[in-house]
């Protein structure tokens, strides 16, 4: 079997891009007959701050865990073990980081091996499992419309009220809380026929395109699904758009087990209102081992990081002040023995040069 994989990503109209995803390495044939062929993809909460850096936290953190599966883990529990390691390098960023609120992602990930999935998810990014022109969503997003639904099944809330809900999207869980409540995922292999197509998006895409504007985008080969499905949401020229990140992977019927390159697409697409920064390159991120992050310089906090930005500064002042204390005290000195007379005293009042200086007070 052949993995075809594919991906596009905008920043939408926004002015920072907080999608983060990655590919494993599709030479390491050794790993991939026991661990699959992996994708994931993050989105970086835009309520909480630094979601940027939290996306790419989790997905650095992901693949890195996953790379060290053995062949006697199975995918499911190596899985699990990626997404708790994320969560752990999240939560640490943000304590180094000094926020007191944290800061959060949500993650979705799954492990292609021949014609079985698995997948992870925590959040509300989406899982579309593409077969035969039809598509479906195989992942639970993890949003409070769950909980208020099933009170609408109870019957202790209307259904108006549970739609109009201002709560309805909020995450009951993420990557980046202390305790990761709910996460999603299937323990026994979903299957896959040669052809079918698996698609990992962030909301900014399947909440702007409804089901039978993106099923109509599904045309072509899958590694193409990416770029027209992206091309479509930003047509819609939604005033707030979302950054949107979609991936494919296409299970291809070839005999030889290989991998190809990612196809990776830079879209670029001009909004009315607001124009948004030009977005930036779209790049798969590399699989490279990282369990410690030095936290960028804008991100530090703490007194060392404050005195080191202000030091410079603070002696510039310091020297400005002395110099102007020692000119005025030239000043004083010129008029007072040049000029007695302005002092309305005798010139044989001047002490001697070798008296004690009276002490002076610096001008403030």
Same mark, same amino acid.
């Given at each position: 079997?052949?993995y075809?994989p594919?991906?596009?990503?905008?920043i939408g109209?926004?002015? !920072?891009?907080? $999608? @983060?995803?990655? =590919?494993?390495?599709? /030479?390491? #044939?050794?790993?991939?007959?026991?661990?699959?062929?992996?994708?994931?993809?993050?989105?970086?909460?835009?309520?909480?701050?630094?979601g940027?850096?939290?996306?790419?936290?989790?997905v650095?953190?992901?693949?890195?865990?996953?790379?060290r599966k053995?062949p006697?883990?199975?995918?499911?529990?190596?899985?699990?073990?990626?997404?708790?390691?994320?969560?752990?390098?999240?939560?640490s960023?943000?304590?180094?980081m000094?926020?007191?609120?944290?800061?959060?992602?949500?993650?979705?990930?799954?492990?292609?091996?021949?014609t079985?999935?698995?997948?992870? !998810?925590?959040? $509300? @990014?989406?899982? =579309?499992?593409?077969? /035969?022109? #039809?598509?479906?969503?195989?992942?639970?997003?993890?949003v409070?419309?769950?909980?208020l639904?099933?009170?609408?099944?109870?019957g202790?809330?209307?259904?108006?009220?549970?739609?109009?809900?201002p709560?309805?999207?909020?995450?009951?869980s993420?990557?980046g809380?202390e305790?990761?409540?709910?996460?999603?995922?299937?323990?026994?292999?979903?299957?896959?026929?040669?052809g079918?197509?698996?698609?990992?998006a962030?909301d900014?895409m399947?909440?702007?395109?409804?089901?039978d504007?993106?099923?109509?985008?599904?045309?072509?080969?899958?590694?193409s699904?990416?770029?027209v499905?992206v091309?479509?949401?930003l047509?819609?020229?939604r005033?707030?758009?979302?950054?949107?990140?979609?991936?494919?992977?296409?299970?291809?019927?070839?005999v030889?087990?290989?991998?190809?390159?990612a196809r990776?697409?830079k879209i670029?697409?001009?909004?009315?209102s607001p124009?948004?920064?030009?977005?930036?390159?779209?790049?798969?991120?590399?699989?490279e081992p990282?369990?410690s992050w030095p936290?960028?310089?804008?991100?530090?906090t703490?007194?060392?990081?404050?005195?080191?930005?202000?030091?410079?500064?603070v002696?510039?002042?310091?020297?400005?002040?002395?110099?102007?204390?020692?000119g005025?005290?030239?000043w004083?000195w010129?008029?007072?023995?040049?000029h007695?007379a302005?002092?309305?005293?005798p010139?044989?009042?001047?002490?001697?040069?070798?008296a004690p200086?009276e002490?002076?007070?610096p001008?403030?």
């Amino acid at each position: 079997m052949r993995y075809l994989p594919g991906n596009a990503q905008h920043i939408g109209a926004r002015h !920072s891009q907080q $999608d @983060s995803f990655g =590919f494993a390495d599709p /030479g390491d #044939q050794a790993f991939l007959a026991h661990g699959g062929f992996l994708a994931i993809v993050c989105d970086g909460m835009g309520g909480m701050e630094h979601g940027d850096a939290a996306s790419r936290t989790a997905v650095r953190a992901f693949l890195d865990a996953y790379r060290r599966k053995l062949p006697e883990e199975s995918i499911p529990a190596a899985l699990d073990r990626s997404v708790h390691e994320a969560n752990f390098q999240v939560v640490s960023l943000a304590r180094s980081m000094g926020m007191s609120e944290g800061i959060g992602t949500t993650l979705v990930a799954v492990a292609m091996q021949e014609t079985s999935l698995y997948f992870i !998810s925590v959040g $509300d @990014s989406g899982i =579309f499992h593409c077969s /035969g022109g #039809q598509f479906q969503m195989i992942n639970r997003p993890h949003v409070f419309a769950n909980l208020l639904d099933a009170a609408v099944a109870r019957g202790t809330l209307s259904q108006e009220d549970a739609l109009n809900h201002p709560e309805r999207e909020s995450l009951t869980s993420f990557i980046g809380a202390e305790t990761l409540s709910e996460i999603d995922r299937n323990l026994e292999p979903y299957p896959l026929r040669p052809g079918d197509t698996i698609l990992l998006a962030s909301d900014g895409m399947f909440k702007v395109l409804n089901p039978d504007e993106i099923r109509a985008s599904l045309q072509g080969p899958g590694t193409s699904w990416p770029e027209v499905l992206v091309q479509q949401t930003l047509a819609k020229q939604r005033e707030y758009q979302d950054n949107v990140t979609v991936l494919s992977i296409t299970l291809d019927g070839a005999v030889t087990f290989a991998t190809m390159p990612a196809r990776t697409v830079k879209i670029e697409q001009p909004f009315a209102s607001p124009p948004p920064p030009p977005p930036p390159p779209i790049t798969a991120i590399s699989p490279e081992p990282a369990l410690s992050w030095p936290v960028p310089e804008e991100f530090q906090t703490g007194t060392h990081a404050a005195q080191s930005k202000r030091s410079p500064w603070v002696l510039v002042l310091v020297l400005i002040v002395l110099i102007a204390a020692a000119g005025f005290a030239g000043w004083r000195w010129y008029t007072k023995y040049s000029h007695p007379a302005a002092y309305d005293a005798p010139a044989t009042d001047i002490p001697a040069l070798t008296a004690p200086a009276e002490p002076r007070t610096p001008p403030q």
